[in-house]
């Protein structure tokens, strides 16, 4: 039996390493709407981990998969309120709520790599003042692939696409149905198996990724690699949690979204030829477009580009000459 100053002085300790670890342990909740084993997910992921690492175990980050915590139109705001202190958004998904996010979505604005890597830095400015004021940072924006057009039928020109169901993700690709006389139907990439197994839609425009996450493969049996833009992803938290944190444990979330932000540019990059390989082997025709196709699909490009200009206004065209003058 401890002296009893001995045991008053352990108790006080016990007392004092429960409350130093209930403070030193944060957990974060991050909502993302695409599946687990996409190259996006498993990026966040690695960041999770990293910061993880980098902050022995102090901050957790939990990422739920696959739209299992809120669907993709969702996120935002579940950020923003803090219902989930961090979230990964598809930027163009938000059109409706200010034109620099729908600037995401205009075809052949940028539409390689390096292109969207411009346009990113020329936007990102007008992008983060946006969600600052919402009480979000961003903490990483990494791409998808190079938009083409997955269709049942083969399609040699934009007529050849009219009356067809159409899925779109995004305000954009709902207005390119429009233009093109198909009939969209809103449907987040949860849902996407789903419908085309259903024959709720005959085609759609994503990237090869999407096509092999979502299996498209299986009912739609056409590629066309139209590579008409880049959306992108952007991994945000809630401000307020992340002031919250320890100045170390902060530089280490920055420091790790800093890391994935590059990684996640090069992966994307890398990964685009594997996907269309992947969907080849698997039975999808990936088709050059025909100069008909192409022209007609620059054509509903120029269209959105002008109505893109007139909704943003001077702060718009000042984005754009910026990405031009690079
Ligand atoms: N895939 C996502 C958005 C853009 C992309 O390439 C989707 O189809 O939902």
Known sequence: MPHPSTRTALLAFAGLSLAFAAQAQTKWDLANAYPATNYHTENITQFAKDVEAATGGKLKIAVHANASLFKAPEIKRAVQSGQ???GEILLANYANENPIYALDGVPFLATTYPEARKLYEASRAATE???AAQGIKVLFVVPWAPQGIYAKKEVNSAADLKGIKWRAYSPATARIAE???AQPVQIQQAELSAAIATGLIESYMSSASTGYDTKTFEHIKNFYDVQAWIPKNAILVNIKALDALDAPTRDAVLKAAAQAEARGWKVAEEKNAEYKRLL?????KIHTPSATLDADM?????TMQADWLKAAGTDGQAIVDAYKRH
Do not use: D, P, S
């Open 298 to 302: 620059r054509k509903v490009g120029a």
């Open 84 to 86: 989930a202190q961090a």
């Open 179 to 181: 233009l093109v006389n």
């Open 280 to 284: 080849a082997e698997r039975g999808m």
């Open 129 to 131: 003042k946006l969600l």
